[in-house]
């Protein structure tokens, strides 16, 4: 009884932490309003914006797969436990590889910089442009993101960053 305490407590906890990797995402997207030039300062800001945003979003995502990869190595806990795991690794995984392969090609359709954060409850895109993202534009990346993430439309959101 004590390991399926443990256990439970372990995936309460990662949850958890996938919550806080939400809330944190939707705090470093919100869309800056600056009306006037960009300033040097502003473009270091931005560009620290993504950095930052990428290298938290990582560490994140690396202490859960430890977190799970430790549940599937423990020879202590029952078989659902290790399946559950085994499945939301392999969904993170996933998801790494989906929000790179988003990032690259939407750097290949022109915009400086992009950060993808993908959960459970959709994808979160946000783009570095000097201006307001186009109608047209906005579709464009928002079809990148459907046929990479196989993601409904609803789902997704798409935000500029100067």
Known sequence: MSNLRRQTIIIAVLIVLI???????K????????TGALSSSLKKQTTNFFAESRMGRDNQ???MKEEFEK????????KEAKAAASTKLMQILDWGNKENTVETLVKERGFEDAICFIDDNGVELCVKTNEQLTEEQANQLKDIIVRTTHVSPSNITIKSKQ
Not at 27 to 34: E, I, K, V, Y
Not at 71 to 78: G, L, Q, R, T
């Open 19 to 25: 919550g806080c990797a939400g809330y944190f995402a």
């Open 71 to 78: 549940i599937i190595s423990d020879d202590k806990a029952n």
């Open 61 to 63: 995502r690396s202490a």
């Open 27 to 34: 705090r470093f997207n919100d869309t800056a309003q600056n």
